[in-house]
Structures are given as structure tokens and as C-alpha cells.
């Protein structure tokens, strides 16, 4: 399956500045976002646990967990959980550094094991109100973001994160998982 299949439409909403990218911002000018993109025929919507430590996963929910479920489509991301306790001092984020400063506080763990794909992937579902997610794609696993560990990292997604992805599109859970190359269903 392409993602042109699984993803029919040409423009789609990016949820990062709902995580308070760049600049904070407020919960009504979030809502009302949403709301026009949707109003205006959006259907396909992206987000990720990283974008504002889940707080963009959360705004976009509180529109589409009361939309029919096979009314859009919906992306997330792996490669991060976002714990309950508070980071103390400055986030280290890489390159990404101050992208969502002004986000929530909240740890976020950069892992791509099985277990930490299983939970992030349930953690999503609970911020985004909803039952399925239909893309997931691997996040920031490449040389770009992880310097010399790189090659260590893919070693874990490739026996964490791939594995659980594929066995959940395989039982239908999902209908694809993308690594960083789009064109490709692993």
C-alpha cells in the first residue's frame, strides 16, 4: 500500500504549532484553528508526541475525538514517550532545541524499543480521544538528529519500533508505518 493510497489528500494539517511551537499559544486560537481547518475541508492531520510534549496531540483531539472516525485521517509519530513527571531545567532536544519551549514540561523519552513504541502509540491514542491511528512514522531515528549513536538507535528501532509496527499494520491495527523514506511501506 502507497501513501497516496492510504493518504488520498493533497494538503494536509500540521499539528506542530498546536504544541505551542515557537511561541505559546492560547487554547482558544488553537481550538479555532483546528475548527477552520476542518470547516474548510481538511481531512488529513498529522501530528506527534514531541509537538509541545503532547499537548498538540491533545488540542487536535478535542475536535476530531468528536468526528466519525472514518471521516479523516490521522498521523502520528514514534520515537518519543512523554512521562507525567516535570523536566527540571533546560531541554535537551538537539537540533530541534527550542522549537517548543513555550510546550508542556512534561520528560520526554527519545526511545524506539518495543515497548516504548507499544506505549507511545497507546499514550497517543489516550491525548487524541480516538481508537485507531492509521499512519505511524518512525521520527527522528536518522544520523541528522542522533550524531554517532545513530547507527545505534536504528539497531533498536529495527528490533523495537519496526517490529511492533509491523505486526500492528499486519493485524489491521494500522494501515501503514513509514520510516523516513515516504514512498516505501516496510
Do not use: C
Amino acid at each position: 500500500m502507497t501513501l497516496r493510497e492510504i493518504i488520498p489528500y493533497r494538503l494536509g494539517f500540521g499539528a506542530a504549532p498546536l504544541g505551542n511551537m515557537f511561541r505559546a499559544v492560547p487554547d482558544d486560537e488553537a481550538r479555532a484553528t483546528v475548527q477552520e481547518a476542518w470547516d474548510k475541508g481538511d481531512r488529513y492531520f498529522d501530528t506527534a508526541p514531541l509537538y509541545g510534549a503532547g499537548l498538540a496531540e491533545m488540542r487536535l483531539g478535542e475536535l476530531l475525538s468528536k468526528k466519525p472516525r472514518d471521516s479523516f485521517v490521522l498521523s502520528s509519530k514514534v520515537g518519543r514517550v512523554i512521562l507525567d513527571e516535570e523536566e527540571v531545567g533546560a531541554r535537551d532536544l538537539g537540533e530541534k532545541g527550542a522549537l517548543f519551549e513555550h510546550g508542556r514540561k512534561n520528560k520526554i523519552v527519545h526511545e524506539w524499543t518495543a515497548d516504548a513504541t507499544e506505549r507511545s502509540i497507546e499514550d497517543s491514542l489516550q491525548r487524541l480521544g480516538v481508537d485507531r491511528i492509521d499512519v505511524l512514522w518512525v521520527h527522528d531515528i536518522a544520523q541528522d538528529f542522533n550524531g554517532d549513536l545513530w547507527l545505534q538507535k536504528m539497531e533498536e528501532a529495527r528490533t523495537g519500533a519496526f517490529r511492533v509496527l509491523s505486526r500492528l499494520r499486519d493485524e489491521g491495527v494500522i494501515k501503514a508505518w513509514f520510516g523516513r523514506q515516504p514512498h516505501r511501506t516496510h
